[in-house]
Each structure stands twice: as C-alpha cells, then as structure tokens.
C-alpha cells in the first residue's frame, strides 16, 4: 500500500449540497494533488498544495477549493455540488516539486450527486 | 485537440501474446513520462517510467519518441493478471501536475 488515506470511501450527495473529502499524505511528503476521475476517463487535475499553499490549479471552478494542514493532510471541498461532480476523487502524494518524483496515489473517494 | 491522447480500447489479447499501444502527447516541451496502471475501481499505480532511451521491466517496455511526441508501452507474455486500464502521464517541464490521458482498456483472454 502507498500510505496514502482518503475518508470517506463513499460518499452520496443531492445536487446544491456541500462535501469535505479528506487526504492523508505518506509520511515526509509535503506535497499533494487531488484529481477528479469521472467514469471511463482519466484523472484530471484539480490543484496541489505545497507546504500548506495553493501550487498550481486545474480548469476548475472557484467552488473547488483545498486545504493544507501543517502535518500535510489535505481537503477537498466542493460547493453547491452539481450532478457532473460525481466521480472518483483521489489524491497523490509526494516527497517534493520535483517533476520527477513519483506520485503515490490514495484509494480514492466515490462521489455520487443526485 | 487533447494534451494527452489514448486509444480508450479494449485491446482483447489472448493469454502469451504481445500486445502494443502507443499515447500521444501535444505540447513539445513535456519533461517526463509514466505509464500508471489502474485496476476497475482501484486507484492508479505506477507502472513504469519512459526514458528517452527507452526501457524494460520484466515483461513490459516502454519508447519515447520526442519527434513524433508518443510514447508507447509493449506488453509480452501477456497474464491474465495484465488486464487493466493503462494510464499515460506526462509532466511538463513548467509545471507539476501530472496530465493523464483517457487510458487504454486491456483485456487478457484465456
């Protein structure tokens, strides 16, 4: 396993509703991304978060928004939830910027929007 | 046009045959390539990585090709074990998001 947690594991919503979904890091990384992977497609990027600050962002609307807790946990929250937001959420992990570095991903999130 | 292109597949593959695939990338100045593997309903993990020189691991290989900008992944012996949705990911040199395409669906046949 990659040490990487995600809570919840499921997690069903109606449309306008608000979520927090929750990433735990590998111990030592200090950088995480979290991605949104509708069915049958690729994850897609939505921001990462180094040592606590916004470190890039994806074509996402403002109503994404993250969090970086001092001990490298993250959240994800999403506002007024539209039925497109179902997907799997994930997040990745790493020990720095470097482009090289490989990313260690959590189980991932179920968002289902109804 | 996508930053990242993949024929979605399925690739049906008898068992011990080779099968290839290749992914596409757009922008010329991406720094590195992965080849993650996912499992249905599972998260993706990391595969390999592609070297411009090209590299194997065990059973599988990989190819860069910076003047036609794809990479491909070469699957021998294939195992029942190998079906999966093979993900490609490139990095641009100026930033650090990892950049997925759709994935390749493999299906390994008896």
């Known amino acids: 396993e990659t040490g990487v947690t995600q809570s919840p594991t499921h997690l069903i919503k109606t449309r306008g509703q608000q979520v927090t979904l929750r990433c735990s890091s590998q111990?030592?990384?200090?950088?995480v991304s979290w991605y949104q992977q509708a069915l049958g497609q690729g994850p897609q990027f939505i921001f990462q978060?180094?040592?606590?600050?916004?470190?890039g962002r994806g074509n996402f609307p403002p109503r994404f928004s993250g969090l970086q807790f001092p001990n490298y946990s993250s959240e994800l929250n999403v506002n007024a939830l539209e039925l497109d937001d179902s997907a799997l959420y994930l997040c990745?992990?790493?020990?720095?910027?470097?482009?090289?570095?490989?990313?260690?991903f959590g189980p991932g999130t179920r968002l289902l929007v109804l | 046009r996508k930053e990242v292109e993949q024929d979605p597949g399925p690739f049906n593959v008898p068992e011990g045959a080779t099968v290839a695939f290749n992914c596409t990338y757009s922008?010329?100045?991406?720094?590195?390539f992965f080849w993650y593997r996912q499992d249905c309903r599972k998260e993706p993990k990391l595969l390999m990585s592609?070297?411009?020189s090209g590299n194997e691991d065990g059973r599988f290989t990989a190819q860069l090709n910076r003047a036609s900008q794809y990479i491909s992944l070469l699957i021998r012996d294939s195992k029942l074990s190998d079906s999966a949705t093979y993900l490609c990911?490139?990095?641009?040199?100026?930033?650090?998001?990892?950049?997925f395409g759709g994935g390749t669906r493999v299906l390994v046949k008896p």
């Open positions: 592609v070297y411009s």
């Open positions: 990745a992990s790493r020990p720095g910027l470097a482009a090289q570095e490989t990313q260690y």
């Open positions: 978060y180094y040592r606590e600050e916004e470190n």
């Open positions: 922008n010329s100045a991406s720094q590195s």
């Open positions: 111990s030592g990384h200090n950088t």
């Open positions: 990911v490139v990095i641009k040199a100026a930033g650090n998001k990892l950049t």
